[in-house]
């Protein structure tokens, strides 16, 4: 059971638009940055978005993320294929004064 | 270029030793937290464990407290993860990763295999 809360799946059109949300508390999402990041199959994690909001160079502009009190999301415009990979939200948590992830979210490009 | 490669994973009998290495080049090394976070076959991201520049300041998730130890070498450039009292749930790709807050690069992992 993680910290952080996915949906295990979404999928979309090519073209079109998805969101995922990220659920946490006061003690991690609610006092942190949160961090999304992208796991292609195979491959390591990369970073997507930072501090919310930011994207870091080389980043798309069709990566987006924003917070809201304990929740935070990430949306994804214009799919492509090469968009299926895993998501996750990642974040510190105060009182367990440790890192914590999402469970992860499998995007699937129909 | 920023590089982060990782070695010493391999298979390990229930309750042995591992120790893992993070080699970093491309960076200023002691500039930076670093973390080891893994991945079990199939599954989620796990955060193990951070360490401050200096070393002064070391983390850990709870289900490693007592058995793993972090540490680091800055004049190698190095990152390190002990691993003790192995159990077969530690089974896991073990990626090490620069802790910018967020983790902003990573390795691409060593696998660790914890069975008898």
């Known amino acids: 059971q993680s910290v952080l809360t996915q949906p295990p799946s979404v999928s979309a059109a090519p073209g079109q638009k998805v969101t995922i949300s990220c659920s946490g508390s006061s003690s991690n999402i609610g006092n942190n940055y949160v961090s999304w990041y992208q796991q292609l199959p195979g491959t390591a994690p990369k970073l997507l978005i930072s501090q919310n909001n930011k994207r870091p160079s080389g980043i798309p502009d069709r990566f987006s993320g924003s917070k809201s009190g304990t929740s935070a999301t990430l949306g994804i415009t214009g799919l492509q294929t090469g968009d299926e990979a895993d998501y996750y939200c990642?974040?510190?948590?105060?009182?367990?004064?440790?890192?914590?992830f999402g469970g992860g979210t499998k995007l699937t490009v129909l | 270029e920023e590089q982060l490669v990782e070695s010493g994973g391999g298979l390990v009998q229930p309750g042995g030793s591992l120790r893992l290495s993070c080699a970093a080049s491309?960076?200023?090394?002691?500039?930076?937290?670093m973390s080891w976070v893994r991945q079990a076959p199939g599954k989620g991201l796990e955060w193990v464990a951070n360490i401050k520049q200096d070393g002064s300041e070391k983390y850990y998730v709870d289900s490693v407290k007592g058995r793993f130890t972090i540490s680091r070498d800055n004049a190698k450039k190095s990152l390190y993860l002990q691993m003790n009292s192995l159990r077969a749930e530690d089974t896991a790709v073990y990626y090490c990763a620069r802790d910018g807050t967020p983790m902003d690069f990573w390795g691409q992992g060593t696998l660790v295999t914890v069975s008898s």
């Open positions: 491309g960076f200023t090394f002691r500039s930076y937290w």
């Open positions: 990642g974040t510190w948590d105060s009182s367990l004064s440790a890192g914590v």
